[in-house]
């Protein structure tokens, strides 16, 4: 068998249960690819052992260990299509392998009559790489990095899960709820250390989005894209793209934007990673995010902006919000009568300062973070990581346009305590 092929692994096959080992989960993916080709046509298939360890890249002489994992794939129980991402699936429970048997370094097996059935041309399935998936320490990073496959865009080479709750999410990872109980081992566990090993040792580059219910979290997301190697500069010039229509898209309007056609395709190929790490944004779309930059120098006014990829390069990495772009660097002069005169706004913040001092609650009520996603999307996806990570109160108190947007909830709740402050529309 060519160990460097990829096999067709349909999605119910991939949305399992892990209680599997590593190897076990490694091994039933070679058998998968191994019989394949002869699903429709026979019950049985076989390997030497030999050929199966070679696959695996399993390089100990002992192959006893090899042998075990076979015998478990039989025992082992598993549910499939956890996710019903095949809605046309039933869910259901199945043994990974019918029988296996093994005698003079030859292994015989069979899959279930249901499952095998299942397995060939199946309506929605990714393509895993015998290869790659011997690269992986953890059980954990190569069950994710499968699950990202199935949801993978190939031709964006982006993708995004849906949302997974927890519970399922530990039944997918085969976590039983006695262990890891505490949801912050858990995270650094089972998410972000096989996030960083997909990250380090395959072409995706994967990030993790929360949801969450009164400050629980409730789910979680994943969002990825393949990071294609770039080809190397050419002393002639040649494009990347010979030709226009071949270029994404998002490629095509950065170069449009005054970047050469190498850098653009390199900034959409970075994706998010090279937005600073405390300012990228949550719930939104690279493309996406791409497009307000660009609006947003657009936006300038003539001569304001000297160096406008440098302008655009800076809105990209430091996430430059509509509400607060860089300005001149001349400082503008105030008349000392003007500084003097007092802002109405002063007052009511201080006002509203002292109500939630009063009844810390009212930020739970107001600062919901459904309500605030729905009313304010924009404002929502600049706050969202420290939304998930910080307080209420901190958020209040390091987020201007955050708290402006609380204290428009209470002057519009709490009328009567305000009374005799000028409030503005």
């Given amino acids: 068998m060519d160990q460097q092929r990829e096999v067709i692994k349909a999605s119910g096959a991939i949305h399992i249960q892990n209680t599997i080992s590593l190897l076990q989960r490694r091994a039933w993916t070679v058998l998968l690819a191994n019989a394949y080709d002869e699903l429709p046509v026979k019950e049985r298939h076989a390997i030497t052992i030999k050929e199966l360890a070679d696959v695996l ?18 025992t082992c129980e598993v549910e499939w299509n956890i996710l019903d991402k095949d809605q046309s699936w039933e869910w259901g429970t199945t043994t990974l392998l019918a029988e296996a048997k093994i005698k003079n370094g030859i292994c015989t097996y069979a899959f279930g ?25 953890s059980k954990h990073a190569l069950a994710l990095w499968e699950i990202c496959l199935d949801y993978l865009n190939h031709e964006k080479n982006y993708g995004e899960t849906p949302y997974i709750g927890i519970a399922v999410f530990r039944n997918l990872m085969g976590i039983p ?37 009164r400050r629980k979290i409730e789910g979680v ?5 393949r990071i ?36 653009a395709w390199e900034i959409w190929q970075h994706g998010f990673d090279q937005v600073d790490a405390d300012k990228r944004p949550r719930g939104v779309d690279f493309d996406e995010y791409i497009r307000e930059k660009i609006s947003l120098l657009g936006q300038q006014r003539k001569g304001q902006v000297r160096n406008p990829t440098g302008f655009l390069r800076d809105a990209i990495q430091k ?26 706004a002063d007052d009511l913040h201080a006002r509203c300062v002292e109500l939630i001092k009063a009844q810390p609650e009212l930020l739970a ?28 109160l901190w958020n209040y108190e390091h987020h201007p346009a955050l708290a402006a947007y609380v204290d428009r909830q209470l002057v519009a709740a709490y009328p009567e305590h305000f009374v005799g402050v000028a409030v503005q529309d």
């Fill in 57 to 74: 890249e399993y390089h100990s002489h002992d192959r006893n260990h090899v042998k075990s994992a076979l015998r478990s794939l039989v």
């Fill in 113 to 137: 009559p249901t499952l095998r059935e299942r397995l060939h041309n199946p309506r929605m399935y990714a393509r895993i790489s015998l290869s790659l998936q011997n690269k992986f320490d």
């Fill in 177 to 213: 709820n006695h262990r890891y109980p505490d949801f912050k081992t858990f995270n650094r566990r089972v998410i972000k250390q096989p996030i960083e090993e997909i990250n380090a040792k395959t072409d995706f580059h994967i990030t993790a989005e929360y949801s969450r219910k």
């Fill in 221 to 225: 997301k994943f969002r990825f894209r």
């Fill in 228 to 263: 294609l190697p770039l080809a190397p500069e050419q002393t002639n010039q040649t494009l990347l793209f010979p030709l226009e229509e071949d270029m994404p898209s998002i490629v095509k309007e950065l170069h449009q934007a005054g970047f050469a056609r190498h850098t």
């Fill in 319 to 344: 996430n430059y919000p509509l509400s607060s772009l860089p300005t001149s660097k001349t400082k503008r002069t105030v008349p000392k009568r003007q500084e003097a005169r007092p802002d109405p």
């Fill in 365 to 392: 009520t107001h600062l919901e973070t459904s309500a605030l996603r729905k009313a304010e999307p924009f404002l929502y996806r600049q706050c969202v990581d420290s939304l998930h990570q910080e307080s209420l």
